[in-house]
C-alpha cells in the first residue's frame, strides 16, 4: 500500500530513456530432416520510464527509479512527506559511460518499504542539487559523498573535507584514482 | 613549539639511576589513549579479569602530561598523525612507545597497494620501544609487552618468563 | 541540569560575543575513541557544536573495490569491533542475496545466537564505559567480568576475542560443540541473575537519574530527518528493529520483544539498552533449545563469487541500529562498488542540532547514549 502510494507519487519524476533491447526471436520449426537454424536477435531501441518494483527477495529493495538531477529535492520532499526516512547517499563511478551516478537509500518506520532513487550526472563536472534541507542527514552523507566522488551538491552548506584531511584535493573512491 | 637541546646532567650516580629505573619501570603510567580496535583490548587488559594492576601499570592518564608510556593501540590515519605527535611531544622525559598492533606496527590489514589514508606503523614517525602483534592483540599479550618495557627500562626482568608449547 | 533551551539559556546565549572555542578531542576519554568535537562555547552552554570526523578512516570501501568478495569478510569485523559478528552477518546476506545461496537451518540458528551473544557483550561494554563517562568506574569492572565470559564462548567457536570472521557466504566456519551449548546456557543463567544486580547497582542509583532523566530529547521527527535507528530511535519511541521490520535470518522463529520507551531522553535510551540484554538472553536461549541438527555450510557455496550484474541491499540490526550494505557487482570476482550504510553515523549527525543550549556535562551524557564506537563512522 506504501509502495503503491509513493510510486504513484514519484511516477511523474522518473526518467524517460531510450534502452537497447534484445529480443529473441526464435527460428521458425524446422522441416523434417532439415537441421534447426538458429534463433536470430534483434536489438531495439525502446523508450522507457526508469521505473521499476523489481523483485525484493533477490534485490533487497522495493522500488528502483530514475530521476533527472534536478528533481531531486522534489523526490525527496514526496519522500518525507509520506515519512520516509533516509538511509545513505552514496555514489558509483561509471567512467565507461562518462557518468557519476549518485543513489539514495530511503526507508520507511512503519512498513518495510525500500526506495532507491538515482540520478546521473556528468563526470568531468558533477553536480547535482542538495537535499540537505529537506532531510538534515543528508548534510553529512552529501560531504562524504564529495569527499570521495567530487560531486558537487548544489546549495549545499559546507562541502569542506569530511572523511578525509582538510588539505585533500582528490577523490579516492573515483575508479582512476591513484594514490 | 621550539624544543631546546636538553643538557645531560654532569654528575651520575649509577645506583640512583638504577632505583629510579626500578621505580619507573615498577609502576608505568599509561596514556587513556585509544585509536580503534585494540583499544578495547587495552580497557579489557585493565578491566576485572586481568588487571593490569597486578603489574602496576593500571593508572591510566587522559593527560599526556602525566604519563610514561604512550600505547599506540590502533590504526594511525594521517589526519590522526599529527595529534599522535603532539601528545608524544607533550609527555615529560623520560617517555616510551608501545606500538600495540598490526596497525600500529606496519599498517596491518590496511595497509595495501594504492592506500591513501594511514601511516604504515607508528615507528614512521615515533621512537618505538616494544612492539606486540596480533590483530587485535590478547590482553596477555600487553601484559607480556608491559613486561618487556620494564625489562628494557630496569635491564633485567622482574617476573619469570613463561615456557610455552 | 536542565537539558532544553529554555529562556534563561537563550538569554545567556545572545551575548554570541563572549563566546570561547573549546576543542573536544580527537584524544578525549568521553568521546570514545578518535572523534572531535569543536564547541562553540558560553560559559558552560553550548551554543553551536560540529563534530569533525576522519581521525580513523580506514578505507574499507576502497579496499572493498580490490579484493574479491571472499577477502573482504575480515573488514566487516573491524567496522564495528564491539559488534563485529552483525557486521559479518549483513555482508553475508548481501552476497547470500547477490548469488542466490541457500544457508542451512542449523547454520542460520548459529548465527543468531553468536550474533546475540555479541550483541549482549557490545551492549555491556556500552553500559561500563557510559557509566564511567559519568563518573561511576566501578559498573565497568563489573560489566567487563561478564562480558569477558561471552569473549571465552565466542573465542572457542570463532577464535576470536574481538575482530570476528566467523560466517561465511552459505553458512559458518565452524561448529558448535556441547561444551559451547552448556557454556552459554550457564552464561544465560548467570547473567540473568546479574541483571537485578546491575539494575539496583546503577539504574537506580540517584546520581544516574539525576544525570540522565529528561537530558538530551530527541524527539520523532528530529530522529526521522536525521535517519537515526536502533535504540536512539526506539528511545524515542518509534518500534522499528530490522529484526522485526525486515525479517532476515531465523528471527522470526523467535519470540522476543523490542523494548520501546517513548520519554526521548537519555534515561529511555539506557533503559532501551538494558532491556535489550534480556531480549537477547531470550533468544539464545530459545536458540539453542530449537538448534536443529545438519550442515553447518551450504554444499553448494561457490567457493569464488561472481554475482550477476546489478546493485543488492541488506540489512541488519547491530548493536548500534540499522547496518545496512549496498553492493554493485559487474559480474567480475570483486564487488564494483561496496557501500556500508553505519547506524553511527547517522545517530552521530543529529547531535550538532540536539545539543545545541546544553551544558556541556549533559551533552557528554546525551552523546554517551548515541553508543559511538568511532571506526564505524569513518568507515
Known amino acids: 500500500m506504501r509502495l503503491e502510494a509513493i510510486r504513484q507519487a514519484l511516477a511523474a519524476l522518473a526518467v524517460t530513456e531510450e534502452v537497447e533491447v534484445v529480443k529473441i526471436i526464435p527460428a521458425p520449426k524446422p522441416a523434417e530432416g532439415e537441421e534447426a537454424a538458429k534463433p536470430t536477435e534483434v536489438r531495439e531501441k525502446v523508450s522507457q520510464t526508469m521505473l521499476f518494483t523489481p523483485d525484493y527477495k533477490k534485490k533487497g529493495f522495493h522500488l528502483d527509479i530514475k530521476v533527472p538531477p534536478a528533481e531531486l529535492p522534489a523526490a525527496a520532499q514526496s519522500l518525507i512527506d509520506q515519512g520516509f526516512f533516509l538511509e545513505a547517499i552514496t555514489g558509483v563511478d561509471w567512467p565507461k559511460e562518462g557518468q557519476i551516478e549518485v543513489v539514495y537509500d530511503f526507508n520507511h518506520w512503519d512498513e518495510l518499504c525500500r526506495v532507491v532513487v538515482r540520478a546521473r550526472t556528468d563526470r568531468d563536472q558533477p553536480a547535482v542539487p542538495t537535499i540537505s534541507h529537506i532531510y538534515s542527514g543528508a548534510n553529512w552523507h552529501e560531504r562524504e559523498t564529495h569527499d570521495f566522488f567530487g560531486v558537487k551538491f548544489s546549495g549545499h552548506p559546507d562541502l569542506s573535507p569530511f572523511l578525509l584531511p582538510d588539505d585533500a584535493d582528490y577523490h579516492p573512491l573515483r575508479k582512476d584514482f591513484k594514490a | 613549539m621550539e624544543t631546546k637541546e636538553l643538557q645531560p646532567s654532569i654528575i651520575h650516580l649509577a645506583p640512583l639511576d638504577q632505583v629510579l629505573a626500578i621505580g619507573r619501570a615498577n609502576s608505568l603510567w599509561p596514556m587513556t589513549f585509544g585509536l580503534a580496535c585494540c583499544a578495547i583490548e587495552m580497557m579489557a587488559a585493565g578491566a576485572s579479569r586481568f588487571d593490569l594492576a ?22 594511525i590515519s594521517k589526519k590522526m598523525a599529527p595529534a599522535v605527535k603532539t601528545l608524544y611531544d607533550q609527555m615529560p622525559e623520560p617517555k616510551w612507545v608501545i606500538a600495540m598492533g598490526n596497525c600500529a606496527i606496519s599498517g596491518g590489514p590496511f595497509a595495501f597497494e594504492g592506500q591513501y589514508g594511514i601511516i604504515e606503523g607508528a615507528d614512521k614517525f615515533l621512537p618505538v620501544d616494544v612492539y606486540i602483534p596480533g590483530c587485535p592483540p590478547r590482553p596477555e599479550a600487553l601484559i607480556e609487552g608491559i613486561l618487556e618495557l620494564e625489562e628494557k627500562v630496569t635491564g633485567s626482568r622482574r617476573w619469570p618468563r613463561v615456557q610455552c608449547g | 541540569m536542565n537539558a532544553p533551551v529554555t529562556d534563561k539559556s537563550l538569554a545567556v546565549l545572545d551575548r554570541t560575543a563572549e563566546t570561547f572555542v573549546l576543542n573536544l578531542g580527537p584524544q578525549h576519554p568521553a568521546t570514545h575513541g578518535v572523534l572531535r568535537v569543536k564547541l562553540t562555547m558560553d560559559g558552560e552552554y553550548i551554543v553551536h557544536a560540529e563534530p569533525v570526523l576522519g581521525y580513523i578512516h580506514r578505507m574499507h570501501e576502497k579496499m572493498g573495490e580490490n579484493r574479491t568478495w571472499a577477502q573482504f569478510m575480515p573488514n566487516t569485523g573491524r567496522l564495528d569491533y564491539l559488534g563485529a559478528l552483525s557486521y559479518n552477518h549483513g555482508y553475508c546476506l548481501a552476497a547470500e542475496r547477490a548469488e542466490g545461496i541457500e544457508v542451512p537451518e542449523r547454520a542460520e540458528y548459529i548465527r543468531c545466537i553468536t550474533v546475540e551473544l555479541n550483541r549482549i557483550a557490545s551492549h555491556l561494554l556500552w553500559f561500563g564505559a557510559f557509566v564511567l563517562d559519568l563518573g561511576g568506574f566501578t559498573p565497568l569492572l563489573y560489566a567487563f567480568d561478564d562480558r569477558e565470559q561471552i569473549l571465552d564462548l565466542l573465542e572457542s567457536v570463532t577464535g576470536a576475542r574481538l575482530t570476528f570472521c566467523y560466517f561465511r557466504f552459505g553458512g559458518v566456519y565452524n561448529d558448535i560443540d556441547d561444551n559451547f551449548i552448556t557454556g552459554a546456557k550457564a552464561f544465560v543463567k548467570r547473567l540473568r541473575s546479574r541483571m537485578p544486580m546491575y539494575h539496583d547497582l546503577v539504574t537506580k542509583n540517584i546520581i544516574l537519574i539525576k544525570r540522565l532523566k529528561d537530558i538530551g530529547p530527541l524527539s520523532q521527527e528530529l530522529c526521522r530527518r536525521y535517519g537515526a535507528t536502533g535504540p536512539v530511535l526506539r528511545g524515542s519511541g518509534v518500534c522499528f528493529d530490522v529484526r522485526k521490520h525486515e525479517p532476515y535470518s531465523v528471527y522470526p522463529e523467535f519470540d522476543f520483544d523490542i523494548p520501546v520507551y517513548h520519554e526521548c531522553d537519555s534515561m529511555a535510551r539506557y533503559m532501551v539498552r538494558m532491556d535489550e540484554i534480556e531480549q537477547s538472553l531470550r533468544i539464545v536461549e530459545q536458540g539453542l533449545d530449537k538448534l ?52 553511527t553515523f547517522s545517530n552521530l549527525s543529529l547531535f550538532s542540532e540536539a545539543c545545541q543550549g546544553m551544558i556541556l556535562p549533559d551533552a557528554l551524557a546525551l552523546m554517551g547514549t548515541l553508543d559511538l564506537v568511532i571506526p564505524e563512522i569513518d568507515r
Open chain 2, 54 to 75: 597486578r603489574f602496576g601499570a593500571e593508572v591510566f592518564r587522559p593527560s599526556p602530561r602525566q604519563c610514561d608510556v604512550m600505547i599506540v593501540a590502533g590504526t
Open chain 3, 292 to 343: 536443529p541438527d545438519g550442515p553447518v555450510m551450504a554444499a553448494k557455496a561457490p567457493k569464488i563469487l561472481k554475482p550477476a550484474k546489478g546493485d543488492y541491499y541488506a540489512a541488519v540490526e547491530a548493536a548500534r541500529g540499522s547496518f545496512g550494505i549496498r553492493v554493485v557487482s559487474d559480474g567480475t570476482n570483486t564487488p564494483y562498488r561496496l557501500k556500508l550504510r553505519s547506524p
